[in-house]
């Protein structure tokens, strides 16, 4: 066991031997970490993708610079975020 698991472990241990209460309290607090969030999504977003089929690199630059020669592709043009982004609803 390594460090970084030596970590988990300890941390594990103390997690399961809080209270119900605390536990849920400790869960509620990952659950407003913005990274945390973004981390675990990010997790199970690939643990529900690793059944699909895949292909390699070379296949879909390939594919993609198809598609772009027969216009069926927008890859080449950059959107701004901003224009992406809708604007906040104001109360008035």
Same mark, same amino acid.
């Given at each position: 066991?390594?460090?970084?698991?030596?970590?988990?472990?300890?941390?594990?241990?103390?997690?399961?031997?809080? /209270?119900?209460? !605390?536990?849920? &309290?400790?869960?509620? %607090?990952?659950?407003?970490?913005?990274?945390?969030?973004?981390?675990?999504?990010?997790?199970?977003?690939?643990?529900?993708?690793?059944?699909?089929?895949?292909? /390699?690199?070379? !296949?879909?630059? &390939?594919?993609?610079? %198809?598609?772009?020669?027969?216009?069926?592709?927008?890859?080449?043009?950059?959107?701004?975020?901003?224009?992406?982004?809708?604007?906040?609803?104001?109360?008035?």
């Amino acid at each position: 066991m390594n460090t970084t698991e030596a970590t988990a472990e300890v941390f594990l241990t103390a997690f399961r031997g809080l /209270s119900k209460k !605390e536990r849920g &309290a400790v869960v509620e %607090k990952l659950l407003q970490d913005k990274d945390f969030m973004e981390d675990l999504i990010d997790i199970v977003i690939i643990e529900q993708r690793q059944e699909e089929p895949s292909r /390699s690199l070379d !296949e879909y630059l &390939a594919d993609r610079k %198809k598609r772009e020669i027969n216009g069926l592709c927008c890859f080449s043009k950059k959107i701004s975020r901003k224009r992406i982004r809708a604007s906040p609803i104001k109360d008035t």
